[in-house]
């Protein structure tokens, strides 16, 4: 049976442009299999574009209803990318249970400040590493000093402790930090420092058992060719037996399956031949060319 799915999945009830039906009935038009519904979480707390804490029920009572609605023509979930930050917020399924998630996404976007930096003794907040590049860069200087070696190896420190540590089923864009280097170049993939670091990610995956995304959603957001993981980390990945899945991070309509057979042509040439999909009994493994876009 041919899969066509994305469980990454974001709409106007965090940062996204179209509301879940819209999503719905474009993943229909594009032959999409299954759509899985991940809005931002920080529970119990939220930014901007996190879903508020007031939200949840509704939110969750909406997706229900479209599963509903459509579910004899595609398969609908309904899941959370929750954010760690280190003693806040964990994607941790005990937490997210009250809102009965078929799924979690667990993501590190804000890596906490080593220390204060500067001649004011203020707490200086976490570094964002999914932001523009120029809050990227300013969020580097404010709360490493700088430091990117320190910044970026702290922030694999944190995915590893939320690998570690927390109850869920995807590790979100994995090496995010890439996504601003190639226009800010503030760190090197090639340092022996940044190897060890994928080195030792990839083995807490492994032994997690979790399944890792292929993230598309950069190349929607104009940053070509940026797909994460990196290749090498994908060779990695295999090598270590870490399921993955394609995913396409969308924020509208018009980016389902943005650079779908591209992510796929990245999976074969690491070696993966099989990706992970969503069945009511839990996760199951198809063929990778079952996950073509066409």
Known sequence: MKRIASYHVHTTWCDGHDSPEAMVRAAIEQNMTDIGFSAHAMW???????????????????????????????????GFEADYLEGASAPDR???????????????????????????????????VDAPAAEV?????????????????????????????????IIGHIDIP??????????????????????????????????MEINTGAIARGIRDMIYPSLE???LAFEAGVPITINSDSHATDSLLC???????????????SASFLDDGGWTSAPLDSALAD
């Open 44 to 78: 119990p707390f939220a930014s901007e574009w996190h879903l508020s804490p007031a939200s949840y029920g509704d939110y969750a009572a909406e997706i229900r209803s479209l599963k509903e609605k459509y579910g004899a023509e595609i398969r609908i979930s309904r």
């Open 94 to 128: 005990a937490t997210y249970s009250p809102f009965s998630p078929d799924y979690l996404i667990g993501s590190v976007h804000y890596v906490p400040a080593p220390a204060v930096f500067g001649k004011k003794s203020k707490k200086v907040e976490p570094w964002c």
């Open 137 to 169: 860069a300013r969020g580097l200087e404010r709360a490493f000093g700088g430091d990117a070696k320190k910044a970026v190896s702290a922030y694999w420190g944190r995915v590893r402790e939320m690998i570690e540590g927390a109850d869920f089923d």
């Open 178 to 211: 890439r996504k601003r280097n190639g226009e800010l170049r503030f760190f090197s993939e090639t340092e022996s420092w940044y190897r060890r670091e994928i080195k030792n990610t990839v083995k807490a995956a492994a032994h997690s058992g979790k399944i």
């Open 233 to 235: 980390f994908l060779n």
């Open 259 to 273: 650079a779908y057979d591209q992510a796929r042509r990245l999976a074969l040439d690491a070696g993966y031949r």
